[in-house]
């Protein structure tokens, strides 16, 4: 391979592809773009989380030259604690990802070893041979950058997450004059957002949201709680405004929030009207016509606060009747039916709750096609690479790419892993990587596999049956055979059951061949198999005295 | 209570209100309407489906006058096997749902049981004291019914699953003149569907999948797949009509497809032009432009044929570069990763996947909000109970009630498992039954509980571990301690992790105060918990000698 080949590879197994990790390698330099984690799917059983596998950026750890973070959200932030662990090397982030990093890593008590640097949307840094232009974004976070990446083969434009809100909350559109500016110098390849290419037209501005708001703090008979995602500031700043507009107190509830709402109104991100916001305590005091609470969950978590609120288990405060619930959020794809379960449960307690699609009270932060075919039309980049998205929302990207004047041939529709190798004027599909994701579970990176899922996925499927049984020396039973099972049946209900498989056991066992073992836990397989037609993992343990 | 009283019935624990099964019950008397089957979610681990408790209905079975199906759905039609099995009643349906039930019961032996007899829309029938008035809805299965029950306290309109689709596929509008001329006769009670109770407007006719069918035939470069659900007949004649018009050849693949698709055909409820239909083996030898397949999998579900194309495991054939293949199903909620994931495959495989809301090629069932008012309208009852949804949903349609003029107080929001108590001029919340619903898990129904599936829950959190001890009679182990774990960790990569839980063991054993194997769980546990905050279940068993 060239030298004067730049690398572009995406990191991190099955998720979507290049959106928790991107790395761009030119000879002896990396540049990492975000360190993001995945939530895990509802069939990968007890993972708490998903990092993407950066084997190959620890293997290459001293030509790591920094490490972009474009937003403050967890799945371009949550695995910073574990990349620094691995590696050291200079973070640079805008004001607000950088309290958001700084939130998370006094955490972990990682704060002072993290080399944290301070950019603003405009500037341009050299990092390695690699000249980045941060570029301000519109998207569901405030102080969102995407990148501009001169290399020297040319100019590769980053998006991350975007979308060009027309009217946004916090007056500050995405930057449509840098953009403009990259097409003029030239540009090389886009790697852009693909989140939404499935929906059609324009998402609609953050702003939308405000009548539905207004609507709703106009019609509450009594408190309202706002749930939304602890790091939607501008979400903060909207409750903010119309509770001062409505003669109402506002309070958050729950550490994460009310951290990075200290957070971001000391680094003016939030602007909370005077006298406005008022401590949980407080609110908790006052008649309820007059406050509003802000809280997470709005993804039905059982540990958050509404989650805890819906089971009627959260300590400090309860529903009470003709509360009014705003879900401000989308939901993350496999958490609909713990949402809806959750809107139940707090309709049950007497709550009124609004929510998508009942109610505009979410919007998305991600461009739809029409503004991906602007994107393009504005960057007029000569190859193309659909990033964000699985590979059905890249597959779409790719076609509307198409229609937007890319030619197919300088498409590239690629998965984690994947490396592609860009020259001057050309791009080719590299070595493609082993890569992956790494689970964690508790304390411990990496100990729970593939493997030990689809345990757990068995285990879980019809659970397991455990027979002990002593025998003297001549292999005969000394006592009756003892049987735990879990997960398997109700105990009171499947007795007879468990009489029937210890009856079975102790005809079969003086006619049972060779290995003695194997073939109790074969008998005790099939047995249980034709009376119930499930297959629960079978343990023997043999005692010999 | 009164023996001029009416009682409703609604069953079948937490799933939507009286979706799966309701009953009707005056003096002596039951009528019972539809007797379906509920989806496991997602955290309701290894079950296979889910049936109403119907413990009320065994204990009153003797005076149960009839069984009314109202269409051919699971979710009204599938537990009818486990309700024959305890209940002997006639069983009344339409051509269709009876030819449906009939495929379904043979399959269990059950068919020479079962009285099953005809109706069609239009048609009354006596059951007991009950006049039951079958009336043609729209839906997405022809020959669906709602019911108008002339009780001894007054008429009671029950929807069952309807839209008002102006222009159905098969021609057939729903009766609204059977419901005006039921409001000139005076209404005391309207329970009607309220799925859609979240959507604004009215619900796409049945029909507007027609262009984006045409589309996708005129642009598929090959094969074409088109995967829905076993028993959307409607479907089967839209892609029979349009492989007719676009020269193709059709199959259906699969057993329930093929099956209901012959019962349909047999009926009159399926007219595959002449020539267009032929058998899989010979679709499979032609020329790929000239196919169209049918099967199943909409839901993604990995035993299915388009489960298994995705996955490559699919014995007949296999999915081709540029197969189109056209997912023409809703999405069940809780199914969402499940079919994305397939969707991904699929592509990863060379296919192109249409799919909603990429391309409209499938439509609701259900009502929307419109026409939900348009219901209320024309059937103007007395008293108004939402049924068919859940909690969140009922709420909405309570409110849509509310708009059309029903006072809130002749509005009952209901769970299953509360009577509702009619007398001719009066509605009151009755007695609430324990009712519930009832696990089915292999072959067993009713031995897996709530408790079973929190203990699968535990073991898919963290698997277990499993420790056997060899112990001499002063309590001293004679070998090393034996561990065998499941799904806790990768058995490679934590081989440390075992040595160390054994040498804790070890020097543990002689210090254990009181009973051993309790004292030696609690140690093994918070060893584990220590090393890596995971709680896996754990065993000990002690062998003495």
Same mark, same amino acid.
């Given at each position: 391979m060239s030298k004067k080949t730049l690398k572009i590879i995406p990191l991190g197994g099955l998720g979507e592809v290049g959106k928790n990790m991107t790395a761009y390698e030119y000879g002896d330099n990396i540049l990492v773009v975000d360190s993001g984690i995945m939530f895990p799917e509802n069939d990968m059983l007890g993972i708490d989380y998903i990092i993407p596998d950066f084997d190959y950026l620890v293997k290459r750890k001293d030509i790591i030259r920094g490490i972009v973070i474009t937003h403050g959200h967890e799945d371009?932030?949550?695995?910073?604690?574990?990349?620094?662990?691995?590696i050291d090397a200079p973070i640079y982030a805008t004001p607000l990802t950088r309290g958001l990093l700084e939130v998370k890593l006094s955490k972990g008590g990682l704060l002072s070893k993290a080399d944290l640097r301070t950019v603003q949307a405009g500037d341009t840094v050299q990092i390695g041979p690699f000249k980045v232009e941060f570029f301000h974004v519109c998207h569901?976070?405030?102080?969102s950058v995407?990148?501009?990446?001169?290399?020297?083969?040319?100019?590769?434009?980053?998006?991350?997450?975007?979308?060009?809100?027309p009217t946004p909350v916090d007056g500050w559109p995405t930057d449509f004059a840098k953009l403009?500016?990259?097409?003029?110098?030239?540009?090389l390849a886009l790697l852009a957002d693909s989140t939404n290419a499935d929906k059609a037209g324009w998402t609609p501005s953050e702003r939308v949201i405000g009548p539905a708001f207004d609507k709703a703090f106009s019609e509450a008979p009594?408190?309202?709680?706002?749930?939304?995602? /602890?790091?939607?500031?501008?979400? $903060?700043?909207?409750? =903010?405004?119309? &509770? #001062?507009?409505? +003669?109402?107190?506002? /309070?958050?509830?729950?550490?994460? $929030?009310?951290?990075? =709402?200290?957070? &971001? #109104?000391?680094? +003016?991100?939030?602007?909370?009207?005077?006298?406005?916001?008022?401590?949980l305590d407080q609110a908790l005091q006052m008649n309820p016509k007059k406050v509003v609470l802000m809280c997470t969950g709005s993804q039905g978590e059982p540990t958050s606060i509404l989650g805890r609120l819906s089971a009627g288990t959260n300590r400090r405060f309860g529903i009470k009747e003709n509360d009014t619930i705003i879900l401000s959020s989308h939901t993350i794809p496999g958490n609909e039916e713990t949402i809806y379960r959750t809107i139940n449960s707090l309709f049950r307690r007497g709550a009124n709750v609004l929510y998508d699609p009942l109610v505009p009270v979410h919007v998305s932060g991600h461009?739809?096609?029409?503004e991906m075919r602007l994107m393009i039309h504005l960057v007029k980049p000569k190859f193309f690479i659909p990033?964000?998205?699985?590979?059905?929302?890249?597959?779409?990207?790719?076609?509307?790419?198409?229609?937007?004047?890319?030619?197919?041939?300088n498409i590239a529709v690629i998965e984690n892993g994947q490396i592609i190798e860009f020259e001057a004027d050309s791009m080719r599909l590299g070595e493609r990587i082993p890569g992956g994701y790494v689970f964690v579970d508790g304390a411990r990176v990496g100990d729970v596999g593939p493997s030990v899922v689809r345990e757990r996925e068995e285990l879980a499927r019809d659970g397991f049956v455990l027979v002990s049984l002593n025998l003297d020396n001549n292999g005969r039973l000394r006592d009756d055979p003892e049987i735990i099972t879990r997960g398997f049946v109700y105990k009171?209900?499947?007795?007879?059951?468990?009489?029937?498989?210890?009856?079975?056991?102790?005809?079969t066992i003086d006619n049972l061949d060779g290995d003695i073992h194997n073939s109790m836990v074969k008998a005790v397989r099939s047995f249980l198999y034709k009376e119930t037609k499930r297959r629960p993992m079978v343990f023997v343990t043999l005692n010999w005295s």
């Open positions: 371009h932030t949550g695995a910073i604690r574990h990349v620094l662990e691995e569901s976070i405030p102080d995407g990148l501009g990446i001169t290399t020297p083969v040319g100019l590769i434009v980053h998006t991350a997450d975007y979308k060009f809100d403009a500016e990259f097409s003029s110098r030239g540009v009594s408190r309202i709680l706002v749930a939304s995602f /602890a790091s939607l500031i501008s979400r $903060m700043q909207q409750v =903010a405004d119309t &509770a #001062a507009r409505y +003669g109402r107190k506002m /309070a958050f509830a729950g550490m994460s $929030m009310t951290e990075n =709402a200290k957070m &971001a #109104a000391k680094l +003016g991100y939030l602007k909370i009207p005077d006298g406005v916001q008022v401590s461009a739809s096609q029409d990033i964000h998205g699985e590979l059905r929302h890249l597959k779409q990207h790719a076609i509307i790419a198409k229609e937007s004047g890319i030619p197919q041939e009171h209900e499947a007795q007879e059951l468990i009489e029937a498989t210890s009856q079975h056991i102790i005809e």
